[in-house]
């Protein structure tokens, strides 16, 4: 099969008889997957999807948590101040658990959850540590997955 040409050529098939050429490449393509030993689910490792469904998040529970935002912690990278997110948490509950929702039904995180900003805080006990500000809708879906 090429661009002029988009006939297919199965060895010993008529390659005008389309239906010849269909059974033949289905014919092939079962061949190969009978030869496959079946798939044991107990056995396949744990990162792939389980078979209890993931939790579901209600409005409320997002809207206590989002009213529990402490407004003196500064913000993540995502710039939405704590202030912002308390103030309007009845308004942005629905719309943060479908997101928190779907995400753990599609099984990804937002890439902009996974952004933080790393703030090096010098200490005297130790040469070195490090603060972590990260959105906070993330640290609530983290803690819960």
Do not use: C
Not at 67 to 76: C, F, H, L, Q
Not at 110 to 116: C, D, G, L, M, R
């Amino acid at each position: 099969m090429n661009k002029t040409d988009p006939t297919i050529h199965v060895p010993g098939v008529d390659p005008v008889d389309h239906v010849a050429v269909a059974n033949a490449i289905n014919k092939q393509l079962a061949s190969f997957s009978q030869v496959q030993q079946p798939l044991k689910l107990d056995e396949l490792p744990a990162y792939l999807p389980g078979k209890d469904p993931p939790p579901q998040f209600h409005p409320w529970e997002i809207y206590s948590d989002l009213k529990r935002v402490s407004v003196s912690k500064a913000g993540g990278p995502d710039n939405i101040s704590q202030q912002l997110l308390k103030e309007f948490a009845y308004e942005l509950s629905s719309p943060v658990t479908e997101i928190i929702n779907t995400s753990l039904q599609q099984g990804t995180v937002p890439s902009q959850w996974k952004q933080a900003n790393v703030i090096p805080l010098p200490k005297n006990d130790t040469p070195f540590r490090g603060q972590i500000k990260t959105s906070v809708t993330y640290v609530k879906f983290s803690q819960n997955s």
